[in-house]
């Protein structure tokens, strides 16, 4: 359920209430806005604070690439010293390093996106809470007018969203659950130990070959550039 969608059934559950307890059209005009004004807050906190994760993510892939870098200046400073396990140390750092870089780049890809998405929902929740206050006169009176109609009383009494939330809330979790316990089970259908220690021999022999490989690309770059030099 997005921003604007929630912040819509909590405006419809302070008319439920509010028109029960509160006489005053116009008091209970200013308590609606004092809450959409309330509700606002909240949902610009939880997005600052997806803001800051994001910024704060930024900063560790920012480290891990840095790390890769450094690691590798320090293989080839380490071969120039004719010290090849030195080297070879060095390279498997930097190999690590860049995996976690790697990682952490698609974590802040998919929160980036998100954090878009909910930046955008702010906006569209800050343009009703504006419209809200510019049309404060007509609203009172479309109220004033409706507590003068059955209808319209009984229409309210029935637009608790509050209570649908909260129902609507508890599916969404009993759904989430379900989804996530089948994705667990078939991970352990699906579990070869066998496998998975097949492919972790690969990837350590394949890690193994890209740095041997790097390390002679290193040997024959670090040889020219002291060519270069002499």
Request: charged residues 40%; hydrophobic residues 35%; proline residues 1%.
């Amino acid at each position: 359920m997005s921003w604007v969608e929630r912040f819509s059934l909590v405006m419809r559950s302070s008319i439920t209430t509010l028109r029960e307890k509160v006489e005053d059209p116009e008091r209970l005009l200013h308590q609606l806005i004092v809450d959409m004004e309330e509700e606002q807050e909240r949902v610009r906190q939880s997005v600052a604070a997806a803001i800051a994760d994001e910024i704060l993510l930024k900063k560790k892939l920012a480290q891990s690439r840095a790390e890769a870098e450094e690691w590798m200046q320090r293989a080839a400073q380490a071969l120039r010293k004719s010290d090849e396990a030195s080297s070879r140390m060095a390279l498997e750092q930097k190999a690590l390093a860049t995996e976690r870089a790697d990682s952490l780049d698609v974590e802040y890809a998919k929160h980036r996106k998100q954090t878009a998405e909910l930046q955008s929902s702010v906006g569209d929740l800050d343009d009703k809470i504006r419209q809200a206050k510019q049309k404060q006169t007509v609203l009172l009176a479309r109220f004033t007018r409706a507590q003068s109609k059955q209808r319209v009383d009984s229409a309210l009494r029935h637009a608790d969203g509050k209570s649908a939330f909260a129902e609507f809330s508890r599916l969404e979790n009993r759904v989430e659950r379900a989804e996530a316990m089948s994705e667990a089970y078939e991970r352990l259908d699906g579990k070869n130990p066998d496998t998975e220690e097949l492919k972790r021999r690969l990837d350590d022999q394949e890690r193994r070959d890209k740095i041997e490989k790097e390390l002679e690309e290193l040997k024959r770059r670090v040889g020219n550039e002291d060519q270069a030099q002499s």
